[in-house]
């Protein structure tokens, strides 16, 4: 597929998805949710992709949210606007669920579809000049791409009512301070320090990383009771792998493990 609206490249096992309407601040219509999801779908299939970086283009936004004049259009049709959300949501979980680590590159404003973008990538960093917030309700609507959900889990309840409720926009400090965002950096080192945090996520076992992801999403859903039987069943195929073998011969052996992802 060729994309009007994003730039996708992949280098060195990482795919990197930029959002590319930096004179609308990376606002998201229909088009480029359409191409975020082939995106996704294509970063799933290529093998030689290992984790995906999320980030927009420009100096000013990660993504200031759903397009607005898009939104206005869906004004007064229920079925219309629940469409667009279901579809939305379809897209980010598409993102949630890509089996590898992929890391919003939060670079200025992530403001509504934006935040819940975010949110919906294994992590988080942020620039300093970043602001994060849900905005919804100073439209008059409520977030639709996940993010009630997403932030409720990320943050607890009480930051999702704060942040839902009040529509503010909270500086990147106080979304690291209260875990929205994983790594705060200086605009100048945060590209450095999001592929300093890649490297090190790279370097450990694929599959490993891989159960470790899915085990804290798919354990939200679940009891502790039944998070922990997942939790022994992924830990038993974890002793299956030759990752394992090689992870605990390299540290006994006082050298670093060449892991295959098997
Ligand atoms: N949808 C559509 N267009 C958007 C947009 C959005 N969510 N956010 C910004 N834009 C457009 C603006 O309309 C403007 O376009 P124009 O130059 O054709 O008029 C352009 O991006 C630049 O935005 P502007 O508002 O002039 O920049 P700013 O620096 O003064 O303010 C924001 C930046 C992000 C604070 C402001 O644009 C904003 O509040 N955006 C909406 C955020 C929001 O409510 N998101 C939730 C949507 S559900």
């Not at 996940?146 to 839902?164: D, F, H, K």
């Amino acid at each position: 597929m060729s994309y009007e609206n994003i730039l996708y490249s992949v280098d060195g096992g990482v795919c990197r998805v930029t959002i590319n309407r930096p004179d609308k601040m990376n606002a998201l219509n229909h088009q480029t949710i359409t191409e975020l999801g082939a995106a996704f779908d294509a970063a799933r299939a290529d093998d030689s992709v290992r984790a995906l970086v999320l980030t927009g283009a420009g100096e000013k936004a990660f993504v200031a949210g759903a397009d607005i004049g898009e939104l206005h259009a869906q004004a007064g049709n229920a079925q219309g606007a629940a469409d667009l959300a279901a579809f939305g949501q379809g897209v980010f979980r598409k993102l949630e669920d890509l089996g590898k680590p992929s890391i919003a590159m939060i670079n200025g404003f992530a403001l509504g579809g934006g935040c819940e973008l975010a949110l919906a990538c294994t992590l988080r960093t942020a620039s300093t000049n970043a602001r994060l917030g849900l905005p919804e309700t100073s439209l008059g609507i409520i977030p639709g791409y996940g993010g009630s959900q997403r932030l409720a889990r990320v943050a607890g309840p009480g930051v999702a009512r704060e942040w839902i409720l009040t529509g503010d926009m909270f500086p990147a400090e106080e979304a690291h301070r209260i875990g929205v965002v994983n790594r705060l950096f200086s605009p100048e080192k945060l590209e450095e320090g999001t592929a300093k945090m890649l490297k090190s996520i790279l370097a450990k076992g694929p599959v490993a990383v891989r159960f470790g992801m899915e085990l804290v999403l798919r354990g939200w859903d679940m009891d502790q009771t039944d998070g922990e039987t997942l939790e022994t069943e992924y830990f038993g195929k974890a002793a299956e792998t030759e990752d394992m073998r090689e992870g605990m011969a390299a540290f006994l052996e006082k050298r670093k493990p060449d892991f295959t992802g098997k």
